[in-house]
Protein backbone atom coordinates (compact mmCIF):
# COMPACT_ATOMS: atom_id res chain seq x y z
CA UNK A 1 0.00 0.00 0.00
CA UNK A 2 1.03 3.34 -0.65
CA UNK A 3 2.74 5.29 2.31
CA UNK A 4 3.41 1.59 4.48
CA UNK A 5 6.48 0.33 4.58
CA UNK A 6 7.35 -3.19 3.25
CA UNK A 7 8.57 -5.57 6.08
CA UNK A 8 11.94 -6.82 5.27
CA UNK A 9 15.42 -8.07 6.73
CA UNK A 10 18.25 -6.25 7.71
CA UNK A 11 20.77 -5.84 4.93
CA UNK A 12 24.21 -3.79 4.82
CA UNK A 13 24.94 -1.87 1.99
CA UNK A 14 28.28 -3.03 -0.20
CA UNK A 15 29.45 0.18 -2.18
CA UNK A 16 32.04 -0.30 -5.05
CA UNK A 17 33.91 1.82 -7.07
CA UNK A 18 33.99 4.92 -5.06
CA UNK A 19 35.56 6.16 -1.58
CA UNK A 20 33.81 6.63 1.47
CA UNK A 21 34.07 9.54 3.52
CA UNK A 22 31.66 9.89 6.45
CA UNK A 23 29.24 7.63 5.29
CA UNK A 24 29.34 9.71 2.52
CA UNK A 25 29.44 8.48 -1.29
CA UNK A 26 30.03 10.87 -3.80
CA UNK A 27 31.08 10.83 -7.52
CA UNK A 28 30.60 14.31 -9.24
CA UNK A 29 30.22 14.46 -13.17
CA UNK A 30 29.28 18.19 -13.92
CA UNK A 31 27.57 18.50 -10.19
CA UNK A 32 25.62 15.61 -10.38
CA UNK A 33 26.01 12.48 -8.46
CA UNK A 34 26.20 8.99 -10.46
CA UNK A 35 26.77 5.66 -9.71
CA UNK A 36 29.40 3.12 -10.97
CA UNK A 37 29.81 -0.29 -12.70
CA UNK A 38 32.24 -3.38 -11.22
CA UNK A 39 34.37 -4.51 -13.84
CA UNK A 40 32.98 -7.83 -13.18
CA UNK A 41 29.57 -6.78 -13.87
CA UNK A 42 29.92 -6.71 -17.22
CA UNK A 43 28.06 -9.06 -19.74
CA UNK A 44 30.46 -10.98 -21.99
CA UNK A 45 28.00 -10.11 -25.03
CA UNK A 46 27.67 -6.08 -25.03
CA UNK A 47 24.09 -4.55 -24.60
CA UNK A 48 24.67 -0.96 -25.54
CA UNK A 49 23.09 0.72 -28.53
CA UNK A 50 26.21 2.45 -29.77
CA UNK A 51 29.17 0.56 -29.90
CA UNK A 52 33.13 1.84 -29.74
CA UNK A 53 33.81 3.44 -32.61
CA UNK A 54 30.78 4.22 -33.85
CA UNK A 55 29.76 8.02 -34.42
CA UNK A 56 28.74 9.75 -31.27
CA UNK A 57 26.86 13.10 -32.80
CA UNK A 58 23.20 13.35 -31.14
CA UNK A 59 21.61 12.12 -34.24
CA UNK A 60 23.25 8.47 -33.37
CA UNK A 61 22.27 9.02 -29.72
CA UNK A 62 19.21 9.60 -30.09
CA UNK A 63 18.72 6.43 -33.15
CA UNK A 64 20.34 4.33 -30.15
CA UNK A 65 17.10 4.70 -27.83
CA UNK A 66 15.20 1.15 -27.41
CA UNK A 67 12.60 0.25 -25.48
CA UNK A 68 12.73 -0.31 -21.40
CA UNK A 69 9.41 -1.85 -21.13
CA UNK A 70 6.97 0.84 -19.90
CA UNK A 71 5.57 3.16 -22.48
CA UNK A 72 5.94 7.22 -22.43
CA UNK A 73 5.13 8.01 -18.90
CA UNK A 74 4.33 4.91 -17.68
CA UNK A 75 6.93 5.36 -14.90
CA UNK A 76 4.91 8.50 -13.68
CA UNK A 77 7.24 11.37 -12.59
CA UNK A 78 6.44 13.05 -9.27
CA UNK A 79 5.09 16.75 -10.51
CA UNK A 80 3.61 17.78 -6.93
CA UNK A 81 6.34 16.26 -4.80
CA UNK A 82 5.32 16.50 -0.58
CA UNK A 83 7.94 16.82 1.28
CA UNK A 84 7.57 15.85 5.88
CA UNK A 85 10.69 16.96 8.25
CA UNK A 86 12.93 14.62 9.27
CA UNK A 87 10.96 13.33 12.52
CA UNK A 88 7.68 12.26 10.15
CA UNK A 89 9.54 10.13 7.92
CA UNK A 90 9.08 7.01 9.35
CA UNK A 91 9.35 4.99 6.28
CA UNK A 92 13.05 5.14 6.07
CA UNK A 93 15.15 3.11 7.78
CA UNK A 94 18.69 4.29 8.65
CA UNK A 95 20.51 2.50 6.39
CA UNK A 96 18.05 3.38 3.29
CA UNK A 97 19.91 5.84 0.65
CA UNK A 98 18.84 9.15 0.12
CA UNK A 99 20.17 11.57 -2.14
CA UNK A 100 20.78 14.93 -0.56
CA UNK A 101 20.11 18.46 -1.76
CA UNK A 102 21.26 21.85 -0.07
CA UNK A 103 19.87 24.63 -2.90
CA UNK A 104 19.56 28.23 -2.01
CA UNK A 105 19.23 27.78 1.54
CA UNK A 106 17.08 25.01 1.19
CA UNK A 107 18.36 21.34 2.34
CA UNK A 108 15.99 18.36 0.88
CA UNK A 109 16.51 14.49 1.25
CA UNK A 110 15.20 12.21 -1.63
CA UNK A 111 14.42 8.44 -0.98
CA UNK A 112 15.89 6.29 -3.51
CA UNK A 113 12.52 4.37 -2.94
CA UNK A 114 10.83 6.75 -3.77
CA UNK A 115 12.67 7.46 -7.16
CA UNK A 116 13.17 4.36 -8.04
CA UNK A 117 9.66 3.83 -8.99
CA UNK A 118 9.62 7.36 -10.78
CA UNK A 119 12.85 8.42 -11.95
CA UNK A 120 12.13 12.21 -12.25
CA UNK A 121 10.43 14.75 -9.05
CA UNK A 122 9.62 17.93 -11.13
CA UNK A 123 10.44 20.14 -7.81
CA UNK A 124 10.87 23.84 -7.22
CA UNK A 125 13.74 24.72 -5.09
CA UNK A 126 14.63 28.29 -3.24
CA UNK A 127 12.10 29.71 -6.18
CA UNK A 128 13.89 27.62 -8.83
CA UNK A 129 12.32 24.78 -10.96
CA UNK A 130 14.83 21.51 -10.26
CA UNK A 131 14.70 18.31 -11.74
CA UNK A 132 15.65 15.44 -9.85
CA UNK A 133 16.20 12.32 -11.31
CA UNK A 134 17.61 8.33 -10.78
CA UNK A 135 18.32 5.93 -13.41
CA UNK A 136 18.49 2.38 -11.21
CA UNK A 137 19.91 0.90 -14.45
CA UNK A 138 22.86 3.02 -14.57
CA UNK A 139 22.76 3.90 -10.57
CA UNK A 140 22.72 8.03 -11.71
CA UNK A 141 21.40 10.75 -10.07
CA UNK A 142 21.80 14.25 -11.10
CA UNK A 143 19.85 17.23 -10.27
CA UNK A 144 19.15 19.34 -13.63
CA UNK A 145 17.37 22.98 -14.00
CA UNK A 146 17.57 24.90 -17.35
CA UNK A 147 19.96 27.22 -18.46
CA UNK A 148 19.89 30.67 -19.08
CA UNK A 149 17.75 31.89 -21.37
CA UNK A 150 15.77 28.40 -21.80
CA UNK A 151 12.21 28.37 -20.80
CA UNK A 152 11.40 26.86 -17.50
CA UNK A 153 11.54 22.76 -18.28
CA UNK A 154 9.67 20.21 -16.46
CA UNK A 155 10.68 16.37 -17.28
CA UNK A 156 8.87 13.05 -17.90
CA UNK A 157 10.05 9.58 -18.82
CA UNK A 158 9.93 8.17 -22.36
CA UNK A 159 9.64 4.63 -21.48
CA UNK A 160 12.71 4.39 -23.57
CA UNK A 161 16.84 3.79 -22.95
CA UNK A 162 20.16 4.96 -24.41
CA UNK A 163 22.69 2.75 -23.46
CA UNK A 164 20.71 1.67 -20.38
CA UNK A 165 20.41 5.32 -19.42
CA UNK A 166 17.11 7.01 -18.77
CA UNK A 167 15.84 8.87 -21.43
CA UNK A 168 13.64 11.87 -20.59
CA UNK A 169 11.85 14.57 -22.26
CA UNK A 170 11.03 17.35 -21.50
CA UNK A 171 6.80 18.90 -22.01
CA UNK A 172 7.26 21.92 -22.83
CA UNK A 173 9.09 21.28 -26.20
CA UNK A 174 9.01 16.96 -26.36
CA UNK A 175 12.50 17.66 -26.66
CA UNK A 176 14.20 13.98 -25.91
CA UNK A 177 17.32 14.45 -23.21
CA UNK A 178 19.69 11.33 -22.01
CA UNK A 179 20.20 11.74 -18.09
CA UNK A 180 23.94 11.10 -18.42
CA UNK A 181 24.81 13.52 -21.04
CA UNK A 182 22.43 16.00 -19.64
CA UNK A 183 22.02 17.19 -23.26
CA UNK A 184 18.97 17.05 -25.95
CA UNK A 185 19.97 14.85 -28.72
CA UNK A 186 16.23 15.66 -30.58
CA UNK A 187 13.71 17.79 -30.71
CA UNK A 188 13.49 22.20 -30.73
CA UNK A 189 16.22 22.62 -28.03
CA UNK A 190 18.82 19.78 -29.57
CA UNK A 191 22.01 20.65 -28.70
CA UNK A 192 20.85 22.60 -25.46
CA UNK A 193 22.51 21.64 -22.10
CA UNK A 194 20.95 21.82 -19.08
CA UNK A 195 22.88 23.46 -15.73
CA UNK A 196 23.21 20.56 -13.21
CA UNK A 197 22.80 20.67 -9.43
CA UNK A 198 25.27 18.48 -7.10
CA UNK A 199 23.75 16.07 -5.36
CA UNK A 200 24.75 13.78 -2.23
CA UNK A 201 24.44 9.93 -2.37
CA UNK A 202 24.47 9.13 1.18
CA UNK A 203 22.10 7.25 4.07
CA UNK A 204 19.35 8.73 5.88
CA UNK A 205 21.00 8.34 8.64
CA UNK A 206 24.25 10.31 7.68
CA UNK A 207 21.96 13.04 6.35
CA UNK A 208 19.58 13.27 9.08
CA UNK A 209 22.78 13.61 11.76
CA UNK A 210 24.29 16.51 9.82
CA UNK A 211 21.67 18.22 8.53
CA UNK A 212 18.46 17.45 10.98
CA UNK A 213 16.22 20.04 9.73
CA UNK A 214 16.28 18.47 6.70
CA UNK A 215 12.85 17.67 4.58
CA UNK A 216 11.81 14.45 3.24
CA UNK A 217 10.20 13.81 0.17
CA UNK A 218 6.67 11.84 1.29
CA UNK A 219 5.64 8.79 -0.42
CA UNK A 220 2.39 10.67 -0.95
CA UNK A 221 2.92 10.82 -4.61
CA UNK A 222 -0.55 10.09 -5.56
CA UNK A 223 0.38 6.89 -7.55
CA UNK A 224 -0.36 3.73 -5.78
CA UNK A 225 2.89 1.85 -5.33
CA UNK A 226 5.10 -0.15 -3.34
CA UNK A 227 7.48 1.74 -2.11
CA UNK A 228 9.98 -0.43 -0.35
CA UNK A 229 9.73 -3.25 -2.62
CA UNK A 230 11.84 -3.13 -5.99
CA UNK A 231 10.15 -3.03 -9.16
CA UNK A 232 13.51 -4.28 -11.14
CA UNK A 233 12.90 -7.52 -9.59
CA UNK A 234 16.23 -9.87 -8.18
CA UNK A 235 19.25 -10.59 -10.53
CA UNK A 236 20.50 -13.63 -8.85
CA UNK A 237 23.91 -14.38 -9.04
CA UNK A 238 24.91 -11.06 -10.80
CA UNK A 239 26.63 -8.48 -8.26
CA UNK A 240 25.54 -4.87 -9.36
CA UNK A 241 26.60 -1.10 -8.34
CA UNK A 242 25.72 -2.34 -4.65
CA UNK A 243 24.14 -5.02 -3.08
CA UNK A 244 22.23 -6.32 -0.02
CA UNK A 245 23.77 -9.61 2.16
CA UNK A 246 21.50 -12.42 1.95
CA UNK A 247 19.41 -11.15 -0.92
CA UNK A 248 17.57 -8.87 0.87
CA UNK A 249 14.07 -7.12 -0.43
CA UNK A 250 15.97 -4.87 -2.48
CA UNK A 251 18.44 -6.65 -4.99
CA UNK A 252 19.73 -4.50 -7.72
CA UNK A 253 20.44 -5.09 -11.27
CA UNK A 254 23.97 -4.11 -12.41
CA UNK A 255 24.51 -1.23 -14.52
CA UNK A 256 24.50 -2.76 -17.66
CA UNK A 257 21.63 -5.33 -16.94
CA UNK A 258 19.42 -6.24 -19.86
CA UNK A 259 17.14 -3.32 -19.57
CA UNK A 260 14.07 -5.26 -18.60
CA UNK A 261 11.42 -3.49 -16.10
CA UNK A 262 8.62 -5.46 -14.03
CA UNK A 263 6.26 -3.11 -13.32
Known amino acids: ?????????????????????????????GGGVIGWQAISDRPSEPVTAVQPGQDPSLEALAGAA?????????????????????????FLADDDPVFGLEYRGEVRAYPQLVLVWHEVVNDTVGGEPLAVTYCPLTGTVIGFSAPPGTQELTFGTTGRL???????YDR?????????LGMA????????????VPLVWTTWKEWRAAHPDTRV???DTGALRSYGSDPYGSYPDRSGYYVGVARSSRCWPPATASPTRTW
Open 66 to 90: VSGGPGKDGIPSVDRPRFVPARDAD
Open 162 to 168: VNSNLLM
Open 185 to 196: VSGPLKGTRLDT
Open 217 to 219: LST
Open 1 to 29: MNGQRQPRRARRQVIKGAGVIGGVVVLLV
Open 172 to 180: ETGSEWPQL
